[in-house]
Nanobody, 120 residues
Framework: VQLVESGGGLVQPGGSLRLSCVAS????????IGWFRQAPGKEREGVSC???????NYADSVKGRFTISSNTAKNTVYLQMDSLKPEDTGVYYC???????????????WGEGTLVTVSS
């Protein structure tokens, strides 16, 4: 299993970014993919989850602003982030849960993360 995140960067408040997670050795019909983030000095927190039945969930803090989706042909899960706020700053990680039913921490495998900085 290998997970590789990309798409992070510096963006102004109100801006958008799309993160990608290329997932090798993962089957979206069987596994869950979750996005987590970790701000400096804080614990890692769940952001969004895509489960094997295509159900999704979001943290309250990002509902209505973030959207998780997948492209099976590219083995990639995306996190579209709109209306970004400074408090969205952190390292964003994708991870896989082999039950496919949840994205409860900790997940089975993690990527290395991609840094998102929201600042003017």
């Amino acid at each position: 299993v290998q997970l590789v995140e990309s798409g992070g960067g510096l963006v102004q408040p109100g801006g958008s970014l799309r993160l990608s997670c290329v997932a090798s050795g993962v089957t979206f019909d069987e596994h869950s993919i979750g996005w987590f983030r970790q701000a400096p000095g804080k614990e890692r927190e769940g952001v969004s989850c895509l489960m094997k039945n295509s159900n999704t969930n979001y943290a309250d803090s990002v509902k209505g602003r973030f959207t998780i989706s997948s492209n099976t042909a590219k083995n990639t899960v995306y996190l579209q982030m709109d209306s970004l706020k400074p408090e969205d700053t952190g390292v964003y990680y994708c991870g896989v849960d082999f039950t496919g039913l949840t994205c409860d921490y900790p997940l089975d495998y993690w990527g290395e993360g991609t840094l998102v900085t929201v600042s003017s």
